[in-house]
Nanobody, 124 residues
Framework: QVQLVESGGGLVQAGGSLRLSCAAS????????MGWFRQAPGKEREFVSTISWSGGSTYYADSVKGRFTISRDNAKNTVYLQMNSLKPEDTAVYYCAASMWGLSTSAKDEYNVWGQGTQVTVFS
């Protein structure tokens, strides 16, 4: 069974950057599609970005396109989310998720394993 642990969240001023990491343990995620989602207070969890098992395909929500970059290092069993030009509306708990079926999708129901989340707070 795969376990996911996110890190790298914190408090940052608008316009700043953060890099989130998602470290997997238990088994390799090299065949898993991976995604990042976020959930703001009082809102539903929403898709942020996804990356295919090889890293060759990525997809972003319109709200983060051009500012966020997803990547993965299968040798380190880790997925990253580089977040630049952060805005107050990016404030949320960010979750890493894994799709055992290797799917790279924006649909959260296709993900089988979730991390506990890391808080990102952007102030103006």
């Amino acid at each position: 069974q795969v376990q996911l642990v996110e890190s790298g969240g914190g408090l940052v001023q608008a316009g700043g950057s953060l890099r989130l990491s998602c470290a997997a343990s238990g088994r390799t995620i090299s065949n898993y599609g991976m995604g990042w989602f976020r959930q703001a207070p009082g809102k539903e969890r929403e898709f942020v970005s996804t990356i295919s098992w090889s890293g060759g395909s990525t997809y972003y929500a319109d709200s983060v396109k051009g500012r966020f970059t997803i990547s993965r290092d299968n040798a380190k069993n880790t997925v990253y989310l580089q977040m630049n030009s952060l805005k107050p509306e990016d404030t949320a708990v960010y979750y890493c998720a894994a799709s055992m079926w290797g799917l790279s999708t924006s649909a959260k129901d296709e993900y089988n394993v979730w991390g506990q989340g890391t808080q990102v707070t952007v102030f103006s």
